[in-house]
């Protein structure tokens, strides 16, 4: 009895500990490189714990906290440019509306310096940064890191102190001799020790870039690639500029080899040189802006004003308005040395159909280039591959098996309807790269409603187009539509109407990541919400607020605590952050539930403690911190030292009921997505309290 009763008493102090600690995921290590007599690099390499990751320097305004670093000036150098960072895995954030990039395991920033002095010196540099793994997500914390820069001179420092490890809240110690004067070498042997530490690093920098990202981190944004290129080419294939094509190709090849091997192993290659030609469009937009430029210049504002143009160029040439033709004389060559037959003759072929049907693949092409390259790395190469895969099947699949070509539907003003219905798509997606270009501004012109609106505008006219009720310049005559046609419009009008309550605030999850995000609105809180809201602000509390779902809430622990007491209730302390990815998590997918929803409304008090609120604290209240010894300066970091200190955790979401003395009613809870359990430990913690 005593050994379970010891088992079951480890396990709940096991699950105690677990529960709340102190994380420190982060350890920085720096080094100076010198580049010239004159010049060096300092490096700040970040070693980041499995399942974590690190922000990057360049984070939109309403996201995560991005690294920032801050050297103090000194007389004895100058900074050269802004501080460079490794390449990291960038992904379209469903909770920010935004692409944010991100790093794993580790990564290292560098910053050039022109040296003005002659002996050694230090560099003293700030690093602001914030991290998150899938449950938690840190206060932003500021270390303090130091480069030891050794000019080219006689007398140097010893190699042990150019490299140092800092973690956070930890205070280090320089690794000095006693006796400097031992320290003295040439200037030779200095030069050797510079040239064998650059060998080292060119060494690691070579095997660095020869790693390969893990499967499963970048094989997901590549097969999402894939597969809408590879769908995007079948849309391809039913334009009036492809279909009419493969019967005349495949019969070409049919009668024109002596046998039906001959006729497959053409129509094989065929099939072959339209992949090689589109992956080499591929290849040529990597080379011209490189494998990740477009990555970085995605959330541009100039380039997401020029795909939005271009996407709505691409859209009216669809629409018939115009079309967007190579030139003749380059069509006439090229069909000239397909005539020569033999292997050159198939590859011209293959070069005449690219060219020839580019009024109808351009656009769609052009698209997938856009999309595919702002992932960066080798999307185009899959981007082009699976598009020209799904071009080329068919008339490889028909040469081989030429009774399916009776199966064909014939030509006739179908296909211009494909066009159209891919050209009313463009339109619509050309408005997120607008919106893009309108959050990165600040503007709000292209708010919530307004793109709602828009779109709603796009999807409706589209409908009525395939229900008969419109027609554009190139369609022709129709007395009836088909049964397909009927389904599809029916698809189409009815995701018209589901976006219609997006106007009055509903999320429209089908949509996540394309409109603006619901703050990003006329009405924050839905058109339908003005009257009920104006009344809950008649009776707000001082010092409260409105939180998520119109729950009241203090951003005060003081102010909370004597509502509190006033009211008779137990407190929830929800220390969170206004880039914390998994809060927001929290937020829209639990407290929204119902259940939980009635019970943060009415059963208790809500103190929201923001730990990264950059607002700075009243001179009476800056205090020392006892974790750190730095002076707490901010709001934010004074709450992030009272859940460190009294609940001996710093991570985000973290959960506390409390009772009027501050005592807790239940063990704190983090994050967990499961309603039925979070909804449990509310129940628990309300009862203690009873």
């Known amino acids: 009895m005593k050994k379970k009763l010891f088992f079951v008493s480890f396990l709940l102090l096991f699950a105690i500990v677990v529960q709340a600690q102190i994380y420190n995921p982060i350890k920085w290590k720096t080094n100076v490189e010198k580049i010239s007599d004159t010049e060096y690099e300092l490096q700040a390499k970040a070693t980041i714990e499995s399942g974590w990751h690190l922000y990057s320097q360049h984070v939109a305004e309403d996201g995560p906290i991005p690294t920032h670093f801050t050297f103090t000036k000194s007389a004895n150098f100058q900074l050269l440019g802004e501080v460079k960072e490794g390449k990291g895995k960038t992904i379209n954030d469903p909770v920010f509306k935004m692409q944010i990039t991100f790093f794993e395991k580790e990564t290292t920033f560098k910053q050039r310096i022109k040296v003005t002095a002659s ?48 973690s956070p809240n930890v205070e280090t110690k320089e690794l000095l001799p006693s006796d400097s004067s031992k320290n003295i070498i040439t200037k030779d042997h200095l030069e050797e020790e510079v040239s064998s530490e650059l060998q080292k690093e060119e060494v690691t920098a070579a095997k660095e870039i020869t790693k390969t990202k893990p499967f499963h981190e970048a094989s997901k944004s590549l097969w999402t690639i894939f597969l809408l290129s590879f769908f995007s080419g079948f849309a391809a294939l039913l334009t009036p500029c492809v279909f009419p094509m493969i019967p005349m190709t495949v019969s070409f090849f049919t009668k024109q080899s002596k046998t039906k091997s001959e006729a497959i192993r053409k129509a094989f290659f065929y099939g072959l040189c339209i992949i090689i030609i589109y992956i080499f469009l591929g ?89 595919a390259a702002s992932r960066g790395g080798i999307a185009p190469f899959v981007g082009m591959f699976g598009f020209s895969l799904a071009l080329a099947l068919p008339f490889t699949l028909f040469a081989a098996f030429p009774g399916w070509l009776n199966s064909l539907p014939k030509s006739g003003g179908w296909l211009n309807s494909v066009k159209v219905f ?61 049964v397909g046609r009927l389904t599809l419009g029916i698809v189409v009008l009815s995701f018209t109407i589901y976006l219609i309550p997006g106007l009055w605030g509903a999320p429209l999850k089908m949509i996540s990541g394309f409109p603006p995000p619901l703050n990003y609105s006329e009405f924050p809180n839905g058109l339908g919400a003005n009257s009920d809201e104006n009344d809950a602000a008649a009776v707000l ?26 009211m008779g209730k137990p407190v929830m302390i929800d220390f969170t952050g ?80 409390i009772d009027h003395n501050g005592e807790k009613l239940n063990e704190p809870t983090a994050y967990n997505p499961e309603i039925n359990e979070y909804l449990t430990w509310l129940k628990e913690g309300l009862n203690n309290f009873k």
């Open 283 to 371: 290849a040529v937009v990597t080379w011209i802006f490189g494998a990740d430029s477009l990555n970085a210049l995605s959330t541009n504002v100039w380039f997401n004003l020029i795909f939005f143009i271009l996407l709505l160029v691409f859209a009216f040439s669809f629409l018939g308005a115009f079309e967007i033709m190579l030139p003749t004389s380059l069509a006439n060559k090229v069909d000239n040395q397909a005539d020569k037959g033999g292997i050159v003759g198939i590859l011209f072929m293959a070069l005449a159909l690219a060219i020839v049907s580019f009024s109808c693949t351009g656009p769609i092409v052009g698209t997938l280039l856009v999309e």
């Open 541 to 566: 509390p001082d010092g409260a607020e409105f939180g998520p779902h119109h729950i009241i809430a203090f951003t005060d622990y003081d102010q909370g605590m004597a509502y509190a007491k006033k």
């Open 578 to 657: 206004h880039a914390c990815v998994n809060c927001r998590k929290m937020e829209d997918n639990v407290w929204s539930d119902e259940q939980v929803l009635k019970v943060l409304k009415g059963d208790l008090v809500l103190i929201s403690l923001y730990v990264d609120d950059k607002r700075a604290l009243p001179k009476k209240e800056q205090t020392i911190s006892t974790l750190t010894g730095k002076k707490i300066k901010y709001i934010g970091q004074k709450w992030s030292e009272f859940q460190t200190v009294t609940f001996k955790t710093n991570a985000q979401p973290y959960y506390v009921l």
């Open 119 to 166: 002996k050694p010196f230090k560099i003293k540099s700030e690093v602001e940064f914030m991290v998150c793994n899938d449950a938690n997500c840190l206060p932003p914390t500021t270390d303090e890191i130091e480069f030891n820069v050794v000019p080219t001179t006689l007398q140097v420092q010893p190699k042990e102190i150019i490299t140092k490890e800092v």
């Open 422 to 482: 891919l050209g009313f798509l463009e339109l619509a997606l050309a408005f997120k790269f607008l919106s893009n270009a309108d959050l990165v501004l600040q503007l709000h012109w292209l708010e919530r409603e307004v793109f709602i609106a828009i779109w709603i505008g796009v999807f409706g006219t589209l409908a009525l187009y395939l229900f008969g009720k419109i027609q554009l310049p190139h369609d022709s005559p129709m007395s009836h539509i088909s």
